[in-house]
């Protein structure tokens, strides 16, 4: 046998993401799991307060607060992933609450809107 005698074919694999170049093949499985939906909302929360921090002029190395209105993305987010967004914000408290009266509204992936109250420790 011979390479000649073999068809080689490529189909689309369901929750994979498959590219070729001349030899190479890469595939990527693209399902998303909890936790990788967790993490992509604490790292949109990161740069929502981060932003939130350049626009009030914030020193880099400020500490601040933050209150958060409960939303289960949010809630996931944090559960998971609260220190490291504390760690990136400088944040010496992230609460979770209820309802927040007088802060910004973060709109977020997924037509997720939360209110969140950034002040300085």
Do not use: C
Request: a negative charge; aromatic letters at 4%; hydrophobic letters at 45%.
């Amino acid at each position: 046998m011979n390479l000649e005698d073999f068809e080689i074919a490529a189909e689309d694999i369901p929750g994979w993401l498959v590219a070729s170049d001349g030899p190479l093949t890469v595939a990527l499985d693209i399902t998303l799991t909890p936790e990788l939906i967790a993490e992509g909302m604490a790292r949109e929360l990161v740069n929502r307060i981060q932003n939130i921090r350049k626009t009030r002029d914030f020193n880099v190395t400020d500490r601040i607060q933050i209150d958060l209105e409960r939303h289960p993305a949010v809630a996931e987010a944090v559960a998971q992933f609260g220190q490291y967004i504390s760690d990136e914000v400088l944040a010496v408290r992230l609460d979770l609450l209820e309802g927040v009266n007088d802060g910004e509204v973060l709109d977020l992936p997924d037509e997720v809107n939360v209110k969140v109250r950034v002040a300085l420790a």
